[in-house]
């Protein structure tokens, strides 16, 4: 079975390791320092992780990823690569449904901030494996959205979501909806078809968990 977590992990270090540590990223503010120390607390420091996802534990979580940020750039590029095994979040039995959609998403902040970026020809694989937390995403990015918006995936599948209203319709390969909907809309090869204002509503919310 193929391993995607694990390829877009190792295609992810390497271009850091070749970029270093102050290339820029699709994260507005951040280097690739910053989003590597991003993942290794992410799996390393389940006591900081939270901060990700929780408000009152932003400061405390950010506190930590800034001290893992100030390691020299070999250790932290070599703590993004191998992952801890005891992680609940990089063990064998989770690597997969954890970290595809992590890694795919954070190899491209990377590759997309670079000059004449072009996407990739993802394996079919990779791209049926993306379909499903695309689809997560959407139900939780848009599910106060003020119109109905289908999201199709051609060859994958498709879904309604938002609060009803305008209709709009949202296509894309599986690995672009993922980036629009995680908000990065500016990056993504999408197609976005209904009345305009709700279309340019839609390329400039804040989507995202």
Partial sequence: MPRYARTEREALADLMWELGPDAPTVNEGWTTRDLAAHLVVRERRPDAAGGILLPP????????????AAL??????????????????????????????????HHEDVRRARSGWLPRDLPAGLQARLWKPAGLLARTALRRFPADVL?????????????????????GAPGELALFLSGRQRVARVQIDGPSAAAERLRTARLGF
């Fill in 72 to 105: 020299p750039w070999a250790d932290l590029v070599g703590r993004v690569r191998r992952p801890p095994v005891w992680s609940p979040l990089s063990n064998p039995l989770t690597d997969e449904l954890a970290n595809t959609l992590e890694f795919f998403i």
């Fill in 151 to 171: 999201v199709q995936a051609p060859g994958h599948g498709e879904l309604t979501v938002g609060r009803g209203g305008d209709r709009l319709r949202l296509v």
């Fill in 57 to 68: 534990l932003r400061g405390y979580g950010e506190r930590v990823r800034l001290r893992v």
